[in-house]
Nanobody, 130 residues
C-alpha cells in the first residue's frame, strides 16, 4: 500500500523554524521526484520546493527562497523540508507529492498539473502566529 505521511507541523511563532518530514512506503523513493506543496485557506495549492531523485537538483518558489531547504534520504525513505524565518503568510497545510515520470524540479513545482501527481500525502498544518 502506497503511503506518504507528512509530520512535523504545528503552531510556530513568526521568525521560528520547523522541519517537516514526508515518510514514504509502498514504493521505491529513489525513482521519484518529490515536491512540497502548500494550500492556504481560500487559495490554490502551490508548489513550494521540489527535489530530484538523487537530491542533486532543487527548486524553490520565490516566496520561500533563502528560508526553506528541501532534502531527502532515500535510504530512510524520507524527504524533509526545513523551514526557517517563518512568516504569517507561510500558514498553510503542507503536502508532499511524488512523480515518477522524467520531469524537472521546476516543472514539477511550477507547471505540472496538480491532478497528475502520482501520489499525495494527506498534509500537515503549519500555523504561523504570535
Amino acid at each position: 500500500q502506497v503511503q506518504l505521511v507528512e509530520s512535523g507541523g504545528g503552531l510556530v511563532q513568526p521568525g521560528g523554524s520547523l522541519r517537516l518530514s514526508c515518510a514514504v512506503s509502498g514504493f521505491t523513493l529513489d525513482y521519484y521526484t518529490i515536491g512540497w506543496f502548500r494550500q492556504a485557506p481560500g487559495k490554490e495549492r502551490e508548489g513550494v520546493a521540489c527535489i530530484s531523485t538523487s537530491g542533486g537538483s532543487t527548486y524553490y518558489a520565490d516566496s520561500v527562497k533563502g528560508r526553506f531547504t528541501v532534502s531527502r534520504d532515500n535510504a530512510k525513505n524520507t524527504v524533509y523540508l526545513q523551514m526557517d524565518s517563518l512568516k504569517p503568510e507561510d500558514t498553510a497545510v503542507y503536502y508532499c507529492a511524488a512523480v515518477k515520470r522524467i520531469i524537472t524540479v521546476q516543472n514539477m513545482c511550477a507547471r505540472f498539473p496538480i491532478g497528475r501527481m502520482d501520489y499525495w500525502g494527506k498534509g500537515t498544518l503549519v500555523p504561523v502566529s504570535s
